[in-house]
C-alpha cells in the first residue's frame, strides 16, 4: 500500500513545549493506579494528549501579541469592543455577549426562553446542550438525517431531516416547541458538517412556523470548509462568505470558543433581538458577570477577536481538515476500521469490530483506549458502553450505546504529521496483538456520567458475563 502524503504544515514553530514518553513499565503502573480510566491519568503523564479538541489549540504569534492588549476594565473595555466587532462581521448579528465557555451561553439561553414542557430541536444535541435542556425542564429531540449513521462516505451526514422536523411541528404545534437549534459541525455523530442546502431548508421551515432558529456552531469555520469542498456552487467562495450566508439564515448563535475560536476559554452569544438580549444580559449579571466581560478577562476577548479571524484561514483549513483525514488513512492502513467520511475534528476508531472477541458488555472501547496509553502513551477516549450505557439515573431505563467506538481528537496547531504517524505505529503494534486485548469490568461507578470518574478491572478469562 502506498503511504498517504499529507502536505507539511502551513506554520513554523516559535515556542516548544517539551513532551516525554515515559517507559513501558511506567505506563503499565500508571494505568493500574488510575483503575483504567484514562482520565484519572495526569496530562503529565502521557505523551500525546487526544481527549479532546476543546480548549486545546494553540495560539498563534498574533493571538500572543493580542493578549498584552487586554483592557482589564470592568465596563465598556476596549477588548471588549474589538471583540463586539468581529463577531458581528462574522456572525451577522447586533447584540454580542460574552461567556466564559459554551455551556454557560445554553444556560443563559434555556434558562430565559424555554417553557417545562416545551420541545427544543437539534440535528443532534450535543451533551451539554441536552444537559442543559433537561435541566431547565425542556424535552431535548434529535432529527439526525437518515444517513447520518449508514456506513456510506456522503459528505453531509450532519444534516437534519427536514421531512422529521415539518412533521414534528404539525404534531405538535409551535406553542410546545421553544426554539430549533443546528450544531455545526454536528459533534455527536463524528464531527459530520451540515451543508447550505439543509440549513436554508430548515430556516424556511422555522421562518414560516414562527420559530427561532439557533446555531450551537463551536466548529463553524470547519462546517464553512467543508461547504466550499464538496457543496456545487461554493468552490469559489472565501469561508468569510459562505459563513455570512450561513449565519444570515439564523436568528442567533451559541458559540463553544474554545474550538474554532482557536482559544483556550471562551464562548458568547450573538443575536438580533433586542428583547431577548435585555432578558439574558439580566440573568447573566447574576451568574456570569457584567455584559461587556461576560466571565473572561480582556485578554481572553482579545485573543478570540484575533483566533475567530484566523480560523477563517483557507491554508490552514485545508491543513486541518486534511490532517484529519490522513490520520484515518494512518489508522486504517494499520489495520483498524474506522468510521467514514472522517469529520473535522476527530477520528472515529470502530472498537466493536475491531476487537470484536470482546463483548459490549465487557466494553471493547475501553480496551482499545487502554492499550493506545500501554503501547504508546497516547490519550484517546471511548464512546460507548462505558459513556453512554448503565442505568439511567432519574428513570431507572437500561440505556445502550449505538457503536463501540474510541474517538481521537485532534487539537488545533498542536501537533505535527510526524505524531500522527507515530500513531499509526502504535496501531499498527495494537493490531498485531488484538487477539490477546482483554474486556474490563466496573468495579465503581457514579450515578451521573460514569466513564469520568469509575474504576475498572481487566476480565482475564473470555466471554465472563458480568453487569454492565
Ligand atoms: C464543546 C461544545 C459545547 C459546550 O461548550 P463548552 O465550551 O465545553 O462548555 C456545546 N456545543 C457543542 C457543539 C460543542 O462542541
Same mark, same amino acid.
Given at each position: 500500500?502506498?503511504?498517504?502524503?499529507?502536505?507539511?504544515?502551513?506554520?513554523?514553530?516559535?515556542?516548544?513545549?517539551?513532551?516525554?514518553?515515559?517507559? /513501558?513499565?511506567?505506563?503499565?503502573?500508571?494505568?493500574?493506579? %488510575? @483503575?483504567?480510566?484514562?482520565?484519572?491519568?495526569?496530562? %503529565?503523564?502521557?505523551?500525546?494528549?487526544?481527549?479532546?479538541?476543546?480548549?486545546?489549540?494553540?495560539?498563534?504569534?498574533?493571538?500572543?501579541?493580542?493578549?498584552?492588549?487586554?483592557?482589564?476594565?470592568?465596563?465598556?473595555?476596549?477588548?471588549?469592543?474589538?471583540?463586539?466587532?468581529?463577531?458581528?462581521?462574522?456572525?451577522?448579528?447586533?447584540?454580542?455577549?460574552?461567556?466564559?465557555? +459554551? /455551556?454557560?451561553?445554553?444556560?443563559?439561553?434555556?434558562?430565559?426562553?424555554?417553557?417545562?414542557?416545551?420541545?427544543?430541536?437539534?440535528?443532534?444535541?450535543?451533551?451539554?446542550?441536552? +444537559?442543559?435542556?433537561?435541566?431547565? &425542564?425542556?424535552?431535548?429531540?434529535?432529527?439526525?438525517?437518515?444517513?447520518?449513521?449508514?456506513?456510506?462516505?456522503?459528505?453531509? #451526514?450532519?444534516?437534519?431531516?427536514?421531512?422529521?422536523?415539518?412533521?414534528?411541528?404539525?404534531?405538535?404545534?409551535?406553542?410546545?416547541?421553544?426554539?430549533?437549534?443546528?450544531?455545526?459541525?454536528?459533534? $455527536?455523530?463524528?464531527?459530520?458538517?451540515?451543508?447550505? #442546502?439543509?440549513?436554508?431548508?430548515?430556516?424556511?421551515?422555522?421562518?414560516?412556523?414562527?420559530?427561532?432558529?439557533?446555531?450551537?456552531?463551536?466548529?463553524? %469555520?470547519?462546517?464553512?470548509?467543508?461547504?466550499?469542498?464538496?457543496?456545487?456552487?461554493?468552490?469559489?467562495? $472565501?469561508?468569510?462568505?459562505?459563513?455570512?450566508?450561513?449565519?444570515?439564515?439564523?436568528?442567533?448563535?451559541?458559540?463553544?470558543?474554545?474550538?474554532? +475560536?482557536?482559544?483556550?476559554? &471562551?464562548?458568547? *452569544?450573538?443575536?438580533?433581538?433586542?428583547?431577548?438580549?435585555?432578558?439574558?444580559? !439580566?440573568?447573566?449579571?447574576?451568574?456570569?458577570?457584567?455584559?461587556?466581560?461576560?466571565?473572561?478577562? &480582556?485578554? !481572553?476577548?482579545?485573543?478570540?477577536?484575533?483566533?475567530?479571524?484566523?480560523?477563517?484561514?483557507?491554508?490552514?483549513?485545508?491543513?486541518?481538515?486534511?490532517?484529519?483525514?490522513?490520520?484515518?488513512?494512518?489508522?486504517?492502513?494499520?489495520?483498524?476500521?474506522?468510521?467514514?467520511?472522517?469529520?473535522?475534528?476527530?477520528?472515529?476508531?470502530?472498537?466493536?469490530?475491531?476487537?470484536?472477541?470482546?463483548?459490549? #458488555?465487557?466494553?471493547?472501547?475501553?480496551?482499545?483506549?487502554?492499550?493506545?496509553?500501554?503501547?504508546?502513551? *497516547?490519550?484517546?477516549?471511548?464512546?460507548?458502553?462505558?459513556?453512554?450505557?448503565?442505568?439511567?439515573?432519574?428513570?431507572?431505563?437500561?440505556?445502550?450505546?449505538?457503536?463501540?467506538?474510541?474517538?481521537?481528537?485532534?487539537?488545533?496547531?498542536?501537533?505535527?504529521?510526524?505524531?500522527?504517524?507515530?500513531?499509526?505505529?502504535?496501531? #499498527?503494534?495494537?493490531?498485531?496483538?488484538?487477539?490477546?486485548?482483554?474486556?474490563?469490568?466496573?468495579?465503581?461507578?457514579?450515578?451521573?456520567?460514569? @466513564?469520568?470518574?469509575?474504576?475498572?478491572?481487566?476480565?482475564?478469562?473470555?466471554?465472563?458475563?458480568? &453487569?454492565?
Amino acid at each position: 500500500m502506498t503511504k498517504p502524503r499529507q502536505p507539511a504544515e502551513p506554520f513554523r514553530i516559535k515556542s516548544v513545549e517539551p513532551i516525554q514518553l515515559l517507559d /513501558r513499565a511506567t505506563r503499565e503502573k500508571k494505568i493500574v493506579e %488510575a @483503575h483504567y480510566n484514562i482520565f484519572r491519568i495526569d496530562a %503529565a503523564d502521557i505523551y500525546i494528549d487526544l481527549l479532546t479538541d476543546s480548549g486545546t489549540s494553540a495560539m498563534s504569534n498574533r493571538q500572543w501579541a493580542a493578549l498584552m492588549m487586554g483592557d482589564e476594565s470592568y465596563a465598556g473595555a476596549k477588548s471588549f469592543r474589538n471583540f463586539e466587532k468581529v463577531v458581528r462581521d462574522i456572525f451577522r448579528k447586533e447584540y454580542v455577549i460574552p461567556c466564559h465557555q +459554551g /455551556r454557560s451561553g445554553e444556560n443563559l439561553i434555556f434558562s430565559t426562553i424555554l417553557k417545562p414542557g416545551q420541545y427544543v430541536l437539534n440535528n443532534t444535541h450535543f451533551d451539554t446542550t441536552r +444537559g442543559n435542556t433537561q435541566h431547565k &425542564g425542556g424535552i431535548a429531540v434529535d432529527l439526525p438525517c437518515a444517513e447520518s449513521d449508514a456506513p456510506v462516505p456522503l459528505p453531509f #451526514k450532519g444534516d437534519m431531516d427536514t421531512e422529521k422536523l415539518e412533521h414534528f411541528i404539525d404534531e405538535h404545534g409551535t406553542d410546545e416547541i421553544a426554539m430549533v437549534i443546528m450544531t455545526i459541525t454536528n459533534n $455527536s455523530v463524528g464531527g459530520q458538517p451540515v451543508s447550505m #442546502k439543509n440549513i436554508k431548508a430548515v430556516s424556511s421551515i422555522c421562518k414560516k412556523h414562527g420559530l427561532p432558529f439557533f446555531f450551537d456552531c463551536a466548529r463553524f %469555520a470547519e462546517n464553512c470548509y467543508f461547504i466550499r469542498r464538496d457543496e456545487p456552487g461554493y468552490e469559489n467562495k $472565501s469561508i468569510r462568505k459562505i459563513a455570512a450566508e450561513m449565519f444570515d439564515a439564523c436568528d442567533g448563535v451559541m458559540m463553544s470558543a474554545k474550538k474554532d +475560536g482557536l482559544a483556550n476559554i &471562551g464562548g458568547f *452569544i450573538a443575536l438580533n433581538d433586542g428583547e431577548l438580549y435585555q432578558k439574558l444580559t !439580566d440573568l447573566m449579571i447574576l451568574i456570569e458577570g457584567f455584559p461587556t466581560y461576560g466571565g473572561l478577562a &480582556g485578554r !481572553d476577548l482579545e485573543v478570540l477577536a484575533v483566533g475567530l479571524q484566523e480560523v477563517m484561514d483557507l491554508e490552514y483549513l485545508k491543513n486541518r481538515v486534511g490532517q484529519i483525514k490522513y490520520f484515518g488513512e494512518v489508522l486504517k492502513q494499520a489495520g483498524m476500521p474506522i468510521v467514514e467520511p472522517t469529520g473535522g475534528h476527530a477520528v472515529f476508531v470502530d472498537a466493536g469490530q475491531f476487537l470484536s472477541h470482546i463483548p459490549t #458488555k465487557q466494553f471493547p472501547g475501553q480496551s482499545l483506549a487502554v492499550a493506545f496509553y500501554v503501547e504508546g502513551g *497516547i490519550r484517546a477516549v471511548e464512546i460507548g458502553s462505558l459513556m453512554f450505557g448503565g442505568t439511567d439515573p432519574v428513570t431507572g431505563e437500561k440505556l445502550s450505546a449505538p457503536r463501540e467506538l474510541v474517538r481521537l481528537a485532534v487539537p488545533r496547531r498542536v501537533y505535527t504529521n510526524s505524531h500522527l504517524d507515530y500513531i499509526g505505529d502504535v496501531a #499498527k503494534i495494537i493490531t498485531g496483538r488484538r487477539e490477546a486485548l482483554k474486556g474490563y469490568k466496573i468495579t465503581y461507578q457514579s450515578r451521573f456520567l460514569r @466513564h469520568f470518574t469509575c474504576k475498572l478491572e481487566s476480565i482475564s478469562t473470555r466471554n465472563v458475563e458480568v &453487569g454492565s
